[in-house]
């Protein structure tokens, strides 16, 4: 499910809740959900009433919580509550059914084009200068059709054709450009990545909401320039054309069919914690190998900063203390390190300039996955935008450092 249909759930969810001025609705509009009931039943107020009560049944667990009321004067306020929250779990579910249907009817809008009709789509979006992937277009109109024949899930939005067309198109091409024989960090690569996910080489204050709460780490990403319709497929479409992209994570699995969108986002931040777990070790080893040429097996102590090195240590001296194996200290390192070790200026003229180009280029990398990597080591919910920054950044670094 995309972003912009994840936020209409929820806003239609929080339509009930903002009827109830009670903490039990107060707590299910902080829920950082996709599935409400799934949600409510682990987390809200309510369950964890339930569960001192212990009763396995809900209704069941409400009229023990009135009787208990009746002769407890210390818990009447409970009993109270009970009872409008038995009307709440009646709106709720009847407002959850509503959702399910419109989540069913959700489905019935995509369909597979016909082979004229994605070539006359292509056709005027390759005559129309209104659209950004024209130019590029002209040059790999042949491979974008192909692309287009290849999809075997429904994708093509019927209330928006032309929209669904391009965004598919613009998917083709950035995957194309990534894969091309343009240097990771050249203008070409540099400036498509900007076009498609935005413009992220200043250093960015981070709002610490879009660290929980999906559909405000998805407006983030608008923010910074980010186009959505890229990642506005049904998830079975998104994985497909990402593989036709040639963005897709060979060691991973496409959510299957019959998943709910829970299991999907469960799956997503799965696949993304190991794509993440692999590529810094890549990035470690690079690291460490390039600066252990350049200045030798002391270039930790020569040529990282003071202050990140005294973490380092503290890490594996905690680790020790524990029974840890020893590891180099690098493997202590923080996802942040990596851009201040390699853009610290005497390590940037003497190693890395050769590789990354302009310092703000590589930072740019890094602070597109940042978000996603604290999310995936909070076991937060990986959303399909989260999963193509991932896919293009981890391949761009990974094809600049020789390794991919």
């Known amino acids: 499910m995309s972003s912009k249909d994840l936020k209409e759930i929820l806003e239609r969810q929080k339509a009930l809740s903002d009827q109830l001025r009670n903490p039990l609705a107060d707590r299910l509009a902080e829920l950082e ?11 809200s107020n309510i ?6 009560l212990n009763k396995p049944v809900a209704f069941e667990a409400l009229e023990r919580a009135a009787e208990i009321a009746k002769s407890h004067d210390c818990i009447r306020d409970y009993g109270k509550e009970a009872e409008r929250a038995t009307q709440w779990i009646k709106d709720l579910e009847e407002q959850t059914a509503g959702t399910r249907q419109w989540l069913k009817d959700l489905e019935t ?13 292509l056709r005027e979006i390759e005559n129309n200068s209104a659209f950004r992937a024209t130019q590029e277009l002209h040059k790999h109109f042949e491979q974008t059709q192909r692309a287009m024949e290849a999809m075997r899930s429904p994708w093509l939005d019927i209330n928006n054709s032309l929209r669904s067309v391009n965004a598919f198109t613009e998917l083709q091409l950035l ?12 203008d070409t690569v540099s400036n498509a990545l900007r076009i498609e996910l935005g413009d992220w080489r200043d250093q960015i204050t981070w709002p610490n909401q879009i660290f929980t709460d999906p559909v405000a780490r998805s407006d983030f990403y608008v ?19 990402l593989t036709l992209a040639g963005l897709s994570q060979d060691s991973t699995e496409s959510p299957s069919g019959d998943a709910n969108d829970d299991e999907e986002g469960y799956q997503r931040t799965n696949d993304a914690h190991g ?12 690291i460490a190998s390039r600066m252990t040429e350049a200045y030798g097996e002391n270039w930790i102590k020569q040529q990282v900063q003071p202050d990140i090195r005294a973490k380092w240590i503290d890490k594996h001296e905690k680790a020790q203390r ?10 202590y390192a923080d996802f942040t390190d990596y851009v201040l070790v390699i853009t610290k200026k005497d390590n940037w003229n003497t190693v890395f300039q050769h590789y990354f180009m302009r ?9 597109r996955l940042h978000p996603i990597r604290l999310c995936t080591m909070h076991a937060r919910i990986i959303t399909q935008d989260d999963e193509l920054y991932l896919r293009a950044e981890t391949l761009r670094i990974l094809k600049a450092m020789g390794l991919s």
């Open 33 to 43: 959900s996709t599935n409400v009931m799934r949600a409510f039943s682990q987390q």
């Open 47 to 52: 369950a964890r009433m339930l569960e001192e």
């Open 109 to 121: 809008q995509y369909r597979l084009p016909e082979l004229d009709e994605a070539t006359r789509f």
């Open 175 to 186: 995957g194309h450009t990534l894969h091309s024989n343009a240097p990771s960090y050249g």
């Open 223 to 241: 923010e910074r320039g980010f186009n959505g319709d890229l990642a506005d497929f049904p998830p079975e479409a998104f994985e497909e054309s």
């Open 275 to 286: 794509q993440l777990f692999r590529f810094e070790r890549q990035v470690r080893v690079f």
């Open 322 to 331: 524990c029974g840890e194996p020893s590891l180099p200290l690098i493997a």
């Open 359 to 367: 310092p703000e280029l590589v930072r740019e990398s890094f602070q």
